[in-house]
Nanobody, 123 residues
Framework: QVQLVESGGGLVQAGGSLRLSCAASGRTFSNYAMGWFRQAPGKGREFVAVSSRSGASPNYADSVKGRFTISRDNAKNTVYLQMSSLRPEDTAVYYC????????????????WGQGAQVTVSS
């Protein structure tokens, strides 16, 4: 079991950058794949990025590829989402997710979720 706490959201101008953090409780963080999803008002939850347990071969949605970077620091029990070249359409609540087995794109397969962090990108 793991609990996730997110931080780093806020308001940024288009073209700017933000870094989201997701800190996990427990001592088995390295055993979990960690993903990021987002949900804009009136829309469904959308896959953003995922990191495997080892941190190798991260996977990104086409909409963020080349702009966002997922990374993890197992020593700090933290996963990050570095967001650059932000666009107004990136505005959403961003959720981190964890699972002990699954490391794909389907949010329904993740067992643990953070509380969400609001990211607003102004024009």
């Amino acid at each position: 079991q793991v609990q996730l706490v997110e931080s780093g959201g806020g308001l940024v101008q288009a073209g700017g950058s933000l870094r989201l953090s997701c800190a996990a409780s427990g001592r088995t963080f390295s055993n979990y794949a960690m993903g990021w999803f987002r949900q804009a008002p009136g829309k469904g939850r959308e896959f953003v990025a995922v990191s495997s347990r080892s941190g190798a071969s991260p996977n990104y949605a086409d909409s963020v590829k080349g702009r966002f970077t997922i990374s993890r620091d197992n020593a700090k029990n933290t996963v990050y989402l570095q967001m650059s070249s932000l666009r107004p359409e990136d505005t959403a609540v961003y959720y981190c997710a964890a699972d002990q087995i699954y490391s794909g794109r389907s949010y329904r397969q993740y067992h643990y979720w953070g509380q969400g962090a609001q990211v607003t990108v102004s024009s």
